[in-house]
């Protein structure tokens, strides 16, 4: 299948590729070289509510399938997936520009979610519970919520969509998803598959729309009362007015957020091994990761060291470019908003007596393209510490003790990932336990992986994704009580 067979230009409701009911598009560009990758429709509240209506009907039946038959269309599925990796990838990299060996790495991610719900369908069990009288038999049933609300966002945007609605679809759910504006056709693309591996028309619905109308489309979601469960994955801010407005129809609800990551060394840790760990956690994606490193936290006895060796790994390892360059590793910003940002990150760090060692500006490529940053005497009181950079900037506090970083690491109402080195196993322990997040790296600056629960606390997040937890949050408990026995 050609990469033009998949890239679809129009949503998917209801078993058809369907345009919006008054034929509005929107435009979706490379933010590498600024080309029309194509045009979707842009749905809003109606065109919405009808695919929900969709997903409500096909839920009636999709609930009914065995455990057994929806293993054997999800495996359908991953293996779609993986025999046309090099074409999602190239979609992938053509509309996120995140360089094509990452693409290929996150398609191959996505596929495993769906390969792993495949088998976790068959694996959700109840119980059989000790009754107080006699005559009586008492069980806990577990069956699927109902139609699941999705939204997606740009930054993986293959593999955000296979986390999800593989455990919806798995659990028996129907699923109902808004991929980013900035990212639809990969979302796409899966529906093209998921039709050839054999989900019923309605099971999974993709609509498309542009910013100006996200918030129309997430309000239909969220309110509509056909809506059982919404999975979001974005902005804190955005995050927090979706449960707003879903509590209306109290609905269930997983949210991963925003992060605000710190990343220790201590004094004992294995400093090459903690650079290394900081390149893949800070730069893949561009930065652009919600559990990337943002405050990197360095003990005073070996914070010279490890800035030296960062500039070195820096300046061998990064290279900016298209995606589609062999040679590239860190490709565009998503948007000239995530640019400014990083400009005003770099901006307030300078004034506030950062050292610039490396980058600090837009790359000479022009665009999006922003030069890999690197910053020394960065303080707790800097712009960054309160803030997602979400670029290939990386800022280095120097700390004393280990009560000094660990409590810089919780001063924060982000609490998704965190990182340190240590090779003090008496410290291992302490720190682990103190340092308040939902998912920890301990001596790893790369944790996630399907068998790993996915998920933050404090304002990062509600819920699980992932792992053999994920998909219990597509699935609520139901209490049978039987008599006159």
């Known amino acids: 299948m050609s990469v033009s067979s998949l890239l679809k230009k129009k ?22 070289t600024g080309e029309i990758v194509g045009e979707v429709p842009d749905m809003i509240e109606g065109d919405t509510n009808e695919a929900i209506a969709a997903a409500d009907a096909a839920f009636q039946t999709w609930s009914q399938t065995t455990a057994k038959e929806r293993c054997q269309i999800l495996h359908k599925w991953n293996d779609l997936i993986l025999k046309h990796k090099e074409e999602l990838a190239e979609i992938l990299t053509k509309e996120m520009g995140k360089p094509l060996k990452e693409s290929m790495g996150e398609i191959g991610y996505g596929a495993s979610f769906v390969d792993w719900f495949a088998e976790e369908a068959r694996r959700v069990y109840g119980d059989v519970i000790t009754t107080p009288a006699k005559g009586r038999k008492l069980f806990a049933f577990k069956q699927p919520v109902g139609v699941a609300g999705m939204i997606t966002p740009w930054n993986f945007p293959h593999a955000m969509v296979t986390r999800k609605a593989g455990a919806a679809l798995a659990a028996g759910c129907t699923v109902v998803l808004k991929p980013a504006e900035d990212t639809p056709f990969s979302a796409l693309a899966l529906c093209e598959l998921g039709e050839q591996a054999g989900f019923p028309p309605g099971v999974l619905n993709v609509v498309t729309c542009s910013r100006p109308n996200a918030a129309k489309v997430g309000n239909a979601i969220c309110t ?31 949210l991963e957020l925003g992060g605000n990551a710190p990343f220790i060394v201590f004094d004992s840790a294995d400093v090459d091994r903690a650079v290394a760990g900081l390149m893949v956690c800070k730069f893949r994606n561009s930065g652009q990761t919600c559990v990337c490193a943002n405050r990197i936290l360095v003990q005073e006895n070996v914070y010279d060291s490890f800035v030296e060796k960062v500039v070195a ?14 040679k590239c590793t860190v490709g565009p910003l998503i948007n000239q908003r995530a640019v400014e940002k990083v400009e005003n990150h770099i901006k307030n760090a300078l004034s506030n007596g950062g050292k610039l060692i490396l980058g600090g500006k837009r790359h000479k490529l022009g665009g999006t393209f922003f030069e890999p940053t690197l910053i020394s005497n960065a303080t707790t009181d800097m712009l960054f510490c309160t803030e997602e950079t979400f670029a290939p900037m990386a800022a280095i506090i120097k700390f004393k003790t280990e009560e000094e970083a660990t409590r810089i690491a919780n001063d924060t ?11 003090d196993h008496q410290q291992i322990w302490r720190v682990a ?7 920890l790296g301990v001596n790893e600056g790369l944790v996630a992986c399907v068998e790993g629960p996915f998920g933050g606390v404090k304002e990062s997040g ?24």
């Open 433 to 439: 336990d103190k340092i308040n997040v939902g998912i």
């Open 413 to 423: 109402r982000s609490g998704l990932a965190g990182y340190f080195y240590s090779n």
């Open 462 to 485: 509600i819920g699980i994704e992932g792992s053999k937890y994920g998909i219990e949050d597509y699935l609520h408990i139901k209490y049978v009580c039987i008599g006159g026995l």
């Open 11 to 32: 949503c998917y409701v209801n078993g058809k590729w369907i345009s919006a009911k008054d034929g509005a598009v929107f435009v979706v560009t490379n933010p590498s």
């Open 313 to 326: 790994a820096m300046k061998e390892q990064l290279h900016v470019g298209d995606g589609f360059d062999a």
């Open 224 to 254: 509509s009362p056909l809506v059982a469960k919404i999975s979001f994955t974005g902005s804190t801010a955005v995050g927090k007015i979706l449960l707003k407005t879903g509590a209306s129809t109290v609905k269930k609800f997983s």
